[in-house]
Protein backbone atom coordinates (compact mmCIF):
# COMPACT_ATOMS: atom_id res chain seq x y z
CA UNK A 1 0.00 0.00 0.00
CA UNK A 2 1.36 3.61 -0.97
CA UNK A 3 2.22 5.74 1.92
CA UNK A 4 -0.46 8.14 0.56
CA UNK A 5 -3.18 5.44 0.25
CA UNK A 6 -2.24 4.55 4.13
CA UNK A 7 -2.44 8.44 5.21
CA UNK A 8 -5.71 8.75 3.08
CA UNK A 9 -7.29 5.82 5.19
CA UNK A 10 -6.06 7.26 8.35
CA UNK A 11 -7.98 10.50 7.82
CA UNK A 12 -11.07 8.24 7.44
CA UNK A 13 -10.41 6.24 10.84
CA UNK A 14 -9.71 9.51 13.17
CA UNK A 15 -13.03 10.65 11.36
CA UNK A 16 -14.54 7.80 11.93
CA UNK A 17 -13.86 8.00 15.26
CA UNK A 18 -14.90 11.61 15.83
CA UNK A 19 -18.38 11.17 14.46
CA UNK A 20 -19.00 7.94 16.40
CA UNK A 21 -17.88 9.96 19.44
CA UNK A 22 -20.18 12.12 19.49
CA UNK A 23 -23.45 9.50 18.32
CA UNK A 24 -22.45 6.90 21.01
CA UNK A 25 -21.97 6.55 24.55
CA UNK A 26 -19.57 9.49 26.58
CA UNK A 27 -18.84 10.25 30.06
CA UNK A 28 -19.36 13.86 29.37
CA UNK A 29 -23.28 15.67 27.87
CA UNK A 30 -20.66 18.02 26.22
CA UNK A 31 -16.77 18.29 26.66
CA UNK A 32 -15.49 19.61 30.18
CA UNK A 33 -14.96 23.19 31.41
CA UNK A 34 -14.22 24.85 34.63
CA UNK A 35 -17.43 25.17 36.74
CA UNK A 36 -18.63 28.98 37.37
CA UNK A 37 -20.31 27.49 40.34
CA UNK A 38 -17.68 25.56 41.80
CA UNK A 39 -14.20 25.90 40.03
CA UNK A 40 -12.93 23.58 42.01
CA UNK A 41 -14.19 20.78 39.89
CA UNK A 42 -15.07 20.42 36.28
CA UNK A 43 -18.50 20.40 34.65
CA UNK A 44 -20.57 19.30 31.72
CA UNK A 45 -23.52 20.90 29.90
CA UNK A 46 -25.85 19.07 32.10
CA UNK A 47 -24.08 21.32 35.14
CA UNK A 48 -22.70 18.70 37.77
CA UNK A 49 -19.59 18.73 39.09
CA UNK A 50 -17.27 16.20 37.12
CA UNK A 51 -14.77 15.16 39.84
CA UNK A 52 -12.09 12.43 38.14
CA UNK A 53 -9.88 10.31 39.49
CA UNK A 54 -7.97 6.57 38.77
CA UNK A 55 -4.64 5.10 38.17
CA UNK A 56 -2.19 5.96 35.55
CA UNK A 57 0.64 3.54 34.07
CA UNK A 58 2.97 4.44 31.93
CA UNK A 59 2.38 2.17 28.60
CA UNK A 60 -1.31 2.89 27.88
CA UNK A 61 -0.68 4.38 24.98
CA UNK A 62 3.21 4.05 23.95
CA UNK A 63 4.38 0.00 24.17
CA UNK A 64 7.12 -0.75 26.36
CA UNK A 65 9.04 -3.70 26.68
CA UNK A 66 12.36 -5.07 26.65
CA UNK A 67 11.56 -7.02 23.51
CA UNK A 68 11.94 -5.39 20.07
CA UNK A 69 9.22 -4.15 19.08
CA UNK A 70 7.66 -4.36 22.94
CA UNK A 71 4.73 -6.74 23.41
CA UNK A 72 1.24 -4.56 22.68
CA UNK A 73 -0.05 -3.40 25.70
CA UNK A 74 -3.67 -4.99 26.38
CA UNK A 75 -5.83 -1.63 26.56
CA UNK A 76 -9.37 -2.96 26.57
CA UNK A 77 -8.65 -5.43 29.56
CA UNK A 78 -6.89 -2.08 31.17
CA UNK A 79 -9.97 -0.20 30.92
CA UNK A 80 -12.01 -3.03 32.28
CA UNK A 81 -9.71 -3.19 35.31
CA UNK A 82 -10.15 0.52 35.89
CA UNK A 83 -13.82 0.02 36.03
CA UNK A 84 -13.41 -2.71 37.99
CA UNK A 85 -12.25 -0.12 40.74
CA UNK A 86 -14.75 2.58 39.32
CA UNK A 87 -12.09 4.87 38.29
CA UNK A 88 -13.09 7.25 35.57
CA UNK A 89 -9.91 9.11 34.23
CA UNK A 90 -6.07 8.30 33.01
CA UNK A 91 -3.13 10.14 32.21
CA UNK A 92 -2.58 8.99 28.54
CA UNK A 93 1.06 8.37 28.44
CA UNK A 94 3.58 9.76 25.75
CA UNK A 95 6.88 8.73 25.47
CA UNK A 96 9.30 11.12 23.47
CA UNK A 97 12.72 9.06 23.29
CA UNK A 98 12.84 5.27 21.65
CA UNK A 99 13.85 3.65 24.19
CA UNK A 100 13.83 4.13 28.66
CA UNK A 101 16.33 2.80 30.84
CA UNK A 102 15.06 2.35 33.84
CA UNK A 103 18.23 2.54 35.89
CA UNK A 104 17.06 6.48 35.97
CA UNK A 105 14.32 4.95 38.08
CA UNK A 106 15.86 2.26 39.91
CA UNK A 107 19.47 1.33 39.84
CA UNK A 108 18.76 -2.16 41.49
CA UNK A 109 16.82 -2.95 38.58
CA UNK A 110 18.25 -1.71 34.95
CA UNK A 111 16.38 -2.41 31.93
CA UNK A 112 16.18 -1.13 29.35
CA UNK A 113 12.64 -0.81 27.38
CA UNK A 114 12.12 -0.17 23.79
CA UNK A 115 9.42 2.52 22.79
CA UNK A 116 6.56 2.60 20.05
CA UNK A 117 5.03 3.98 18.32
CA UNK A 118 5.84 7.38 17.87
CA UNK A 119 4.50 10.61 16.14
CA UNK A 120 6.50 11.10 13.25
CA UNK A 121 7.44 8.47 10.83
CA UNK A 122 10.05 6.65 9.93
CA UNK A 123 10.60 6.79 6.47
CA UNK A 124 14.65 7.30 6.15
CA UNK A 125 16.47 6.90 4.24
CA UNK A 126 19.33 6.45 6.45
CA UNK A 127 19.44 5.02 9.91
CA UNK A 128 19.11 5.93 13.23
CA UNK A 129 21.16 5.69 15.78
CA UNK A 130 18.99 3.03 16.99
CA UNK A 131 19.29 0.90 13.67
CA UNK A 132 16.13 1.77 12.22
CA UNK A 133 14.95 4.30 9.35
CA UNK A 134 15.17 8.04 10.52
CA UNK A 135 12.55 9.57 11.77
CA UNK A 136 11.00 12.51 8.86
CA UNK A 137 9.65 15.18 10.94
CA UNK A 138 7.44 16.55 8.67
CA UNK A 139 5.47 13.30 8.68
CA UNK A 140 3.13 12.26 10.97
CA UNK A 141 2.95 8.68 11.84
CA UNK A 142 -0.53 7.10 11.12
CA UNK A 143 -0.04 4.37 13.42
CA UNK A 144 0.35 6.72 16.64
CA UNK A 145 -2.84 8.80 15.68
CA UNK A 146 -4.90 5.81 14.82
CA UNK A 147 -3.97 4.34 18.14
CA UNK A 148 -4.67 7.66 19.96
CA UNK A 149 -7.88 7.94 18.61
CA UNK A 150 -8.67 4.77 19.24
CA UNK A 151 -7.82 4.45 23.15
CA UNK A 152 -9.50 7.69 23.41
CA UNK A 153 -13.05 6.29 21.80
CA UNK A 154 -12.99 3.19 23.68
CA UNK A 155 -12.31 4.98 26.98
CA UNK A 156 -15.35 7.00 26.69
CA UNK A 157 -17.63 3.80 25.97
CA UNK A 158 -16.22 3.02 29.07
CA UNK A 159 -17.17 6.25 31.05
CA UNK A 160 -13.87 7.12 31.51
CA UNK A 161 -11.87 10.90 30.96
CA UNK A 162 -8.50 10.69 29.27
CA UNK A 163 -6.02 13.05 29.03
CA UNK A 164 -3.97 13.33 26.27
CA UNK A 165 -0.17 13.80 26.94
CA UNK A 166 1.44 16.16 24.41
CA UNK A 167 4.93 16.02 25.70
CA UNK A 168 7.71 14.06 28.48
CA UNK A 169 9.87 15.72 29.88
CA UNK A 170 11.43 13.57 32.73
CA UNK A 171 13.02 10.99 30.64
CA UNK A 172 15.06 13.35 28.71
CA UNK A 173 16.33 14.73 31.83
CA UNK A 174 16.98 11.19 33.95
CA UNK A 175 17.38 8.19 31.34
CA UNK A 176 20.68 7.27 31.02
CA UNK A 177 21.75 8.36 26.98
CA UNK A 178 18.36 9.42 26.76
CA UNK A 179 19.07 12.48 24.20
CA UNK A 180 20.89 9.81 21.42
CA UNK A 181 16.99 8.30 21.44
CA UNK A 182 15.39 11.39 20.45
CA UNK A 183 13.96 11.92 17.13
CA UNK A 184 15.20 15.50 17.21
CA UNK A 185 19.05 14.31 17.57
CA UNK A 186 20.59 15.39 14.24
CA UNK A 187 21.47 11.61 13.34
CA UNK A 188 17.84 10.52 14.45
CA UNK A 189 16.24 12.74 11.46
CA UNK A 190 16.74 13.61 7.66
CA UNK A 191 15.56 17.01 8.32
CA UNK A 192 18.79 18.13 9.60
CA UNK A 193 17.01 19.21 12.63
CA UNK A 194 19.69 19.20 16.28
CA UNK A 195 17.48 20.35 18.75
CA UNK A 196 21.00 20.30 21.07
CA UNK A 197 21.60 24.03 20.73
CA UNK A 198 24.08 24.33 23.52
CA UNK A 199 25.58 21.49 23.02
CA UNK A 200 25.36 19.59 26.12
CA UNK A 201 24.17 16.55 24.86
CA UNK A 202 21.05 16.88 26.47
CA UNK A 203 18.60 18.43 24.37
CA UNK A 204 16.66 20.12 27.08
CA UNK A 205 16.12 23.28 24.95
CA UNK A 206 13.41 21.31 23.17
CA UNK A 207 11.90 21.64 25.86
CA UNK A 208 12.20 25.81 25.59
CA UNK A 209 11.16 28.49 23.27
CA UNK A 210 14.89 28.71 21.68
CA UNK A 211 14.31 27.10 19.10
CA UNK A 212 12.21 28.14 16.48
CA UNK A 213 12.57 25.65 13.73
CA UNK A 214 12.24 22.74 16.57
CA UNK A 215 9.12 24.77 18.11
CA UNK A 216 7.38 25.24 14.60
CA UNK A 217 7.46 20.99 14.51
CA UNK A 218 6.03 20.91 18.31
CA UNK A 219 2.87 22.76 17.01
CA UNK A 220 2.68 20.96 13.93
CA UNK A 221 1.97 17.59 15.80
CA UNK A 222 0.11 19.36 18.40
CA UNK A 223 -2.02 20.55 15.99
CA UNK A 224 -2.39 16.92 14.27
CA UNK A 225 -3.19 15.50 17.75
CA UNK A 226 -6.27 18.11 18.66
CA UNK A 227 -7.47 17.42 14.76
CA UNK A 228 -7.49 13.73 15.97
CA UNK A 229 -9.60 14.02 18.89
CA UNK A 230 -11.33 17.63 19.24
CA UNK A 231 -14.12 15.79 18.51
CA UNK A 232 -14.45 13.23 21.60
CA UNK A 233 -16.17 14.48 24.84
CA UNK A 234 -13.62 12.93 27.22
CA UNK A 235 -10.56 14.75 26.14
CA UNK A 236 -8.56 16.99 28.73
CA UNK A 237 -4.76 17.52 27.54
CA UNK A 238 -1.52 18.04 29.57
CA UNK A 239 1.33 19.28 27.72
CA UNK A 240 4.36 17.75 29.64
CA UNK A 241 4.86 15.25 32.29
CA UNK A 242 7.66 16.55 35.04
CA UNK A 243 9.72 18.73 32.32
CA UNK A 244 12.72 20.82 33.65
CA UNK A 245 11.84 24.61 35.60
CA UNK A 246 13.45 26.65 32.35
CA UNK A 247 10.42 24.96 30.27
CA UNK A 248 7.89 27.09 32.10
CA UNK A 249 7.31 29.98 29.62
CA UNK A 250 7.44 27.02 26.70
CA UNK A 251 4.31 25.42 28.27
CA UNK A 252 2.52 28.52 29.07
CA UNK A 253 2.75 29.04 25.44
CA UNK A 254 1.98 25.26 24.17
CA UNK A 255 -1.49 25.92 26.63
CA UNK A 256 -2.17 29.33 24.51
CA UNK A 257 -1.64 27.44 21.56
CA UNK A 258 -3.93 24.43 22.10
CA UNK A 259 -6.49 26.87 23.47
CA UNK A 260 -5.90 29.38 20.26
CA UNK A 261 -6.43 26.29 17.95
CA UNK A 262 -9.65 24.54 19.34
CA UNK A 263 -11.06 28.46 19.68
CA UNK A 264 -12.64 27.65 15.98
CA UNK A 265 -12.83 24.29 16.04
CA UNK A 266 -16.69 22.62 17.68
CA UNK A 267 -14.72 21.54 21.23
CA UNK A 268 -12.49 23.14 23.21
CA UNK A 269 -10.76 21.20 26.04
CA UNK A 270 -9.25 21.54 29.30
CA UNK A 271 -5.38 22.09 29.21
CA UNK A 272 -3.36 20.80 32.04
CA UNK A 273 0.07 21.73 33.66
CA UNK A 274 2.03 19.33 35.92
CA UNK A 275 4.92 19.23 38.28
CA UNK A 276 8.35 20.10 36.94
CA UNK A 277 11.13 18.31 38.00
CA UNK A 278 13.29 19.10 39.59
CA UNK A 279 13.31 22.21 41.21
CA UNK A 280 9.46 23.36 39.82
CA UNK A 281 7.80 25.74 41.81
CA UNK A 282 3.32 25.41 42.65
CA UNK A 283 3.67 28.94 42.48
CA UNK A 284 4.47 28.64 38.34
CA UNK A 285 1.62 26.20 38.06
CA UNK A 286 -0.89 28.52 39.90
CA UNK A 287 0.26 31.47 37.55
CA UNK A 288 -0.20 29.14 34.41
CA UNK A 289 -2.75 29.57 31.59
CA UNK A 290 -3.71 26.14 32.31
CA UNK A 291 -7.19 25.11 33.43
CA UNK A 292 -5.98 22.00 35.54
CA UNK A 293 -2.60 21.57 37.55
CA UNK A 294 -0.51 18.63 39.48
CA UNK A 295 1.36 20.17 42.61
CA UNK A 296 4.76 19.11 44.07
CA UNK A 297 4.59 17.96 47.91
CA UNK A 298 5.38 22.04 48.32
CA UNK A 299 2.86 22.97 50.62
CA UNK A 300 1.09 19.86 52.07
CA UNK A 301 -0.02 18.40 49.22
CA UNK A 302 1.76 14.62 50.01
CA UNK A 303 0.71 14.53 53.97
CA UNK A 304 -1.93 17.19 54.44
CA UNK A 305 -3.66 18.60 51.29
CA UNK A 306 -4.41 22.12 51.61
CA UNK A 307 -7.77 23.15 50.79
CA UNK A 308 -8.21 23.55 47.06
CA UNK A 309 -9.33 27.22 46.88
CA UNK A 310 -10.58 27.38 43.35
CA UNK A 311 -7.74 28.98 41.43
CA UNK A 312 -7.20 25.61 39.44
CA UNK A 313 -8.93 22.61 39.76
CA UNK A 314 -6.02 20.13 41.13
CA UNK A 315 -5.69 16.93 40.16
CA UNK A 316 -3.62 15.80 43.23
CA UNK A 317 -1.09 12.57 42.07
CA UNK A 318 0.90 10.36 43.91
CA UNK A 319 3.56 10.87 40.44
CA UNK A 320 4.78 13.71 41.74
CA UNK A 321 4.26 13.50 45.05
CA UNK A 322 6.33 10.13 45.69
CA UNK A 323 7.01 9.01 42.21
CA UNK A 324 5.35 5.22 43.35
CA UNK A 325 3.59 5.82 46.51
CA UNK A 326 0.08 7.29 48.42
CA UNK A 327 -1.70 5.65 50.79
CA UNK A 328 -5.96 5.31 51.16
CA UNK A 329 -5.98 8.32 53.96
CA UNK A 330 -4.01 10.28 51.15
CA UNK A 331 -7.08 9.30 48.56
CA UNK A 332 -9.78 10.83 51.36
CA UNK A 333 -7.55 13.92 52.80
CA UNK A 334 -7.34 15.01 48.92
CA UNK A 335 -10.96 14.20 48.08
CA UNK A 336 -12.41 16.39 51.28
CA UNK A 337 -9.97 19.08 50.47
CA UNK A 338 -11.58 19.88 47.38
CA UNK A 339 -8.89 17.73 44.86
CA UNK A 340 -8.94 15.16 42.17
CA UNK A 341 -6.61 12.27 43.10
CA UNK A 342 -4.65 10.25 41.06
CA UNK A 343 -2.31 7.12 41.55
CA UNK A 344 0.60 6.57 39.15
CA UNK A 345 0.00 2.87 39.06
CA UNK A 346 3.08 0.10 38.69
CA UNK A 347 -0.36 -2.09 37.46
CA UNK A 348 1.23 -5.47 35.93
CA UNK A 349 4.64 -4.59 36.92
CA UNK A 350 6.30 -4.93 33.00
CA UNK A 351 7.93 -1.41 33.19
CA UNK A 352 8.54 -1.00 36.83
CA UNK A 353 7.97 -3.76 39.08
CA UNK A 354 9.61 -5.42 42.26
CA UNK A 355 9.11 -3.28 45.54
CA UNK A 356 5.44 -2.47 44.99
CA UNK A 357 3.27 -4.49 47.61
CA UNK A 358 -0.44 -4.98 47.12
CA UNK A 359 -0.99 -4.50 50.71
CA UNK A 360 -0.97 -0.82 50.29
CA UNK A 361 -1.75 -0.06 46.46
CA UNK A 362 -5.03 -1.97 46.54
CA UNK A 363 -6.77 -0.07 49.36
CA UNK A 364 -6.05 2.87 47.67
CA UNK A 365 -7.23 1.60 44.21
CA UNK A 366 -10.30 0.64 45.95
CA UNK A 367 -10.45 4.26 47.92
CA UNK A 368 -10.17 6.06 44.43
CA UNK A 369 -13.52 4.47 43.38
CA UNK A 370 -15.49 5.08 46.98
CA UNK A 371 -14.55 8.68 46.66
CA UNK A 372 -16.00 8.86 43.02
CA UNK A 373 -19.08 6.84 44.61
CA UNK A 374 -19.43 9.80 47.41
CA UNK A 375 -18.72 11.99 44.55
CA UNK A 376 -22.03 10.76 42.44
CA UNK A 377 -24.26 10.52 44.99
CA UNK A 378 -23.79 14.19 46.58
CA UNK A 379 -24.61 17.32 44.90
CA UNK A 380 -20.83 17.69 44.39
CA UNK A 381 -21.09 21.05 42.95
CA UNK A 382 -22.21 23.11 45.38
CA UNK A 383 -19.32 21.61 48.52
CA UNK A 384 -16.68 23.16 49.58
CA UNK A 385 -14.12 21.80 51.83
CA UNK A 386 -14.34 23.30 55.76
CA UNK A 387 -12.04 22.47 57.57
CA UNK A 388 -13.02 24.33 60.47
CA UNK A 389 -16.43 22.64 60.50
CA UNK A 390 -14.76 19.01 62.06
CA UNK A 391 -12.54 18.56 64.49
CA UNK A 392 -10.83 15.78 62.43
CA UNK A 393 -10.32 18.83 59.74
CA UNK A 394 -11.58 16.71 56.73
CA UNK A 395 -14.64 18.29 55.74
CA UNK A 396 -16.57 18.50 52.26
CA UNK A 397 -19.49 20.41 53.34
CA UNK A 398 -23.12 21.93 51.50
CA UNK A 399 -23.27 24.30 54.76
CA UNK A 400 -27.03 23.09 56.38
CA UNK A 401 -27.61 20.42 53.62
CA UNK A 402 -24.38 17.65 53.14
CA UNK A 403 -21.27 17.51 55.31
CA UNK A 404 -18.84 14.43 54.31
CA UNK A 405 -16.18 14.25 57.07
CA UNK A 406 -12.62 12.21 57.03
CA UNK A 407 -11.59 10.35 59.98
CA UNK A 408 -8.05 9.54 59.43
CA UNK A 409 -7.70 7.60 63.26
CA UNK A 410 -11.21 7.46 63.76
CA UNK A 411 -12.81 7.34 66.62
CA UNK A 412 -14.63 10.56 67.89
CA UNK A 413 -15.32 13.51 65.64
CA UNK A 414 -17.20 17.01 66.47
CA UNK A 415 -18.97 18.72 63.75
CA UNK A 416 -20.40 22.16 63.70
CA UNK A 417 -23.99 22.30 62.33
CA UNK A 418 -24.70 25.19 62.72
CA UNK A 419 -26.18 26.30 59.28
CA UNK A 420 -28.38 22.72 59.11
CA UNK A 421 -32.25 22.99 60.19
CA UNK A 422 -34.18 19.71 61.15
CA UNK A 423 -32.40 16.48 61.28
CA UNK A 424 -29.50 15.10 59.07
CA UNK A 425 -29.45 11.29 58.43
CA UNK A 426 -25.61 9.35 59.29
CA UNK A 427 -24.03 7.05 57.14
CA UNK A 428 -20.54 5.50 58.37
CA UNK A 429 -18.14 3.80 55.77
CA UNK A 430 -15.01 1.88 56.87
CA UNK A 431 -12.77 1.97 53.69
CA UNK A 432 -10.05 -0.72 54.77
CA UNK A 433 -13.30 -3.08 55.18
CA UNK A 434 -15.34 -1.35 52.58
CA UNK A 435 -18.34 -1.95 55.17
CA UNK A 436 -21.30 0.69 54.86
CA UNK A 437 -23.24 1.06 58.51
CA UNK A 438 -26.36 3.42 58.84
CA UNK A 439 -26.13 5.64 61.88
CA UNK A 440 -29.56 6.95 62.03
CA UNK A 441 -30.41 11.03 62.64
CA UNK A 442 -28.81 13.59 64.28
CA UNK A 443 -30.42 17.34 64.76
CA UNK A 444 -28.88 20.71 63.76
CA UNK A 445 -28.75 23.81 64.92
CA UNK A 446 -25.33 23.17 66.46
CA UNK A 447 -22.30 20.81 67.15
CA UNK A 448 -22.73 17.44 67.47
CA UNK A 449 -20.08 14.70 68.47
CA UNK A 450 -20.50 11.12 66.87
CA UNK A 451 -18.35 8.22 66.95
CA UNK A 452 -17.25 5.85 64.45
CA UNK A 453 -18.72 2.40 64.81
CA UNK A 454 -15.45 0.70 63.76
CA UNK A 455 -13.03 -0.16 65.66
CA UNK A 456 -8.77 0.63 64.69
CA UNK A 457 -9.68 1.98 61.27
CA UNK A 458 -9.81 5.02 59.40
CA UNK A 459 -13.69 6.56 58.83
CA UNK A 460 -15.92 8.36 56.40
CA UNK A 461 -18.97 10.32 57.98
CA UNK A 462 -21.69 10.77 55.48
CA UNK A 463 -24.35 13.92 56.95
CA UNK A 464 -27.52 14.79 54.89
CA UNK A 465 -30.74 16.64 55.39
Not at 17 to 30: D, I, M, N, R
Not at 272 to 294: C, E, H, K
Not at 331 to 353: A, C, H, I, Q
Amino acid sequence: MSAEKFTSLTLVFAAFFTVFSLTCTSPAKGPLRVSDVNPRYFTDNRGVAVYLTGSHTWNNLVDMGTDDPPEPFDFPHYLEWMKSYNHNFIRLWTWELVNWDTRGNREDEPKKHFATPHPWARTGPGQARDGKPRFDLKKMNPEYFDRLAQRVWLAAQQQIYVSVMLFEGWGLQFSPGAWENHPFHPDNNINGVDGDLNGDGMGLEIHTLENEAVLALQEAYVRHVIETVNGFNNVLYEISNENHPPSTEWQYHMIEFIKSCEKEMPNQHPVGMTFQYRGGSNADLFASPADWISPNPEGGYRDDPPAAGGAKVILNDTDHLWGIGGNQAWVWKSFTRGMNPLFMDPYDGEVLSGRYDLEWIEPLRRSLGYTLNYAQRADLIHMTPEPELASSAYCLANRGREYLVYLPEGGEVAVDLSDAEGSLSVEWFDPSAEEFREGGMVGGGGEVTLTSPFEASDAVLYLKR
